[in-house]
């Protein structure tokens, strides 16, 4: 648990790791929160970089639609202009579906913490510098005050 409120700054950076790991993430291969967030030193930040992922700027050029969430479901479907979209841009790469509408992430799941070498993920993280990473007043509020964020600071008991 953190002892000082993550600044903006910091928001910043980590966004900046997480879309560059996204970046990474290699066409017809889809990647989960959970694993970004742990790639990244939160393992237990799923929802936050579901918070960072909403607010993909366009001028990233983030591939977005491979990020689902761990039971192989496009969570983030109407995020992309409308329903079905993710998923003809992943089947386009490749990525077949299960009857149920799932990807399977024994075939096509990335994770970047066990795919990736530590250096590659370093040299991926010191790229990820160049990249500006703006994060809104939600965001930050959602940072700071979301009981599912690792950087809440709660109250002391004094």
Not at 27 to 32: D, E, L, M, N
Not at 91 to 99: H, Y
Request: include cysteine; aromatic fraction near 8%.
């Amino acid at each position: 648990m953190p002892d000082e409120p993550i600044t903006r700054e910091d928001a910043a950076s980590l966004a900046a790791k997480v879309y560059a790991l996204v970046r990474a993430c290699p066409p017809g291969r889809a990647t989960t929160y959970g694993w970004l967030a742990a790639a990244v030193g939160l393992p237990r930040g799923a929802r936050l970089v579901g918070w960072f992922m909403n607010e993909t700027p366009d001028r990233l050029h983030i591939p977005a639609h491979r990020v689902i969430n761990s039971k192989g479901e496009l969570s983030g479907s109407w995020a992309f202009g409308q329903r079905g979209r993710m998923r003809q841009l992943l089947e386009a790469e490749g990525v077949v579906f299960t009857p149920e509408g799932r990807v399977d992430l024994k075939r096509y799941g990335w994770n970047p913490a066990t795919d990736l070498t530590d250096e590659v993920r370093e040299r991926i993280f010191a790229e990820a510098v160049e990249l500006e990473t703006p994060v809104s007043d939600n965001t930050m509020h959602l940072l700071l005050d979301d009981p599912a964020s690792p950087f809440r600071i709660l109250p002391s008991k004094d």
